[in-house]
């Protein structure tokens, strides 16, 4: 007889990948340990080959665990989507969703796929943009629901958090700094709240900053910062090895979060559901925001 693929058992896998090892996968699925090694060990019983190395220092699964895993993320999302589309009523209508450039990158569009194919009769219009012209379009209700990035202390009550994240004043070790003249900034464009803030922090930190380059694309900035062309503010996740971080020698910047902000104006169902698809997405596994 064949060996069969239990859902719990490719869950646990999962978790392992996810959170990083059996002890934080057993926490996330609220297991014992004894109960995830389990799972695991039934399925490399069945399948007559060892799925994890548990081996200290190196990755956690061998070539046939990676081989497993990828068909494991295949099933556990068409099973999470068979069950989701019979067991939750129909939903119809159209959503106008805006996300920054950052989390176009990671899973946001896997899940809008699942979510379109869940319920055929949603159409998703998608706009990218800067973080405060989404919030804007919020305002005016020209955005249904917005995935945006906000300084913390601007979290509206309303507001589903996904993520916080550090940012960095970043150069070049190639770029010498001229203490007496104001120091070149890159900046993603006007409607960046990095560059507001950074030009409010210059007004009262002489010589303060001069704008050398504004790009809309991160991609452009890293490049730009890379080449020496002046300092920048990035996230955690786009510094690169080859940055210089100079949160010591210039003002520290405030903590930014990810949220999931709806329109006051927007109370359909369909709007409803896409927020919660997108949060418990992250909920999940964590990797809607691009790491």
């Known amino acids: 007889m064949s060996p069969r693929l239990e859902v719990g058992a490719l869950q646990a896998l999962r978790a392992v990948a996810d959170h990083g090892g059996i002890t934080r996968a057993a926490e996330h699925l609220a297991l014992s340990q004894s109960a995830v090694s389990h799972k695991i060990q039934r399925l490399e019983d069945g399948l007559g080959c060892k799925l ?4 200290a220092g190196q990755s956690p699964f061998t070539p046939e665990g990676e081989r497993l895993l990828r068909y494991a993320r295949r ?3 068409l ?3 068979a069950v989701m589309s019979l067991g939750a009523p129909p939903l119809s209508g159209k959503i106008r969703l805006g996300v920054t ?7 946001l569009a896997r899940v809008l796929g699942r979510f379109t194919r869940r319920h055929p009769e949603v159409t998703v219009h998608t706009h990218v943009g800067q973080s405060l012209t989404i919030e804007e379009q919020i305002d005016r209700s020209e955005l249904d629901l917005g995935l945006l990035q906000l300084f ?4 509206r009550g309303s507001d589903s958090v996904l993520a916080k994240e550090t940012l960095h004043w970043v150069k070049s070790p190639d770029l010498i700094l001229d203490t007496t003249r104001p120091l ?21 930190l002489p010589p303060g900053f001069s704008t050398v380059m504004t790009c809309a694309s ?10 020496g062309l002046g300092i920048s503010l990035l996230n955690k996740r786009h510094v690169t090895p080859e940055m210089m971080v100079m949160n010591r020698e210039l003002t520290p910047p405030p903590a930014i979060i990810y949220v999931l902000r709806m329109s006051r104006k927007s109370h359909s169902h369909a709007v409803r559901g896409l927020m919660q698809e997108l949060a418990r997405e992250l909920d999940d596994n964590g990797a809607l925001v691009a790491k």
């Open 75 to 77: 099933i556990l999302d």
């Open 79 to 81: 099973h999470d989507e």
């Open 52 to 55: 994890l190395t548990r081996s």
């Open 152 to 155: 913390e202390h601007r979290q």
């Open 218 to 227: 991160i991609s452009g900035v890293v490049a730009a910062v890379n080449a």
């Open 101 to 107: 450039e950052d989390t176009t990158s990671g899973n």
């Open 184 to 204: 070149p900034l890159v900046a993603f464009d006007d409607a960046c709240f990095y560059r507001r803030w950074a030009m409010e922090v210059g007004q009262s």
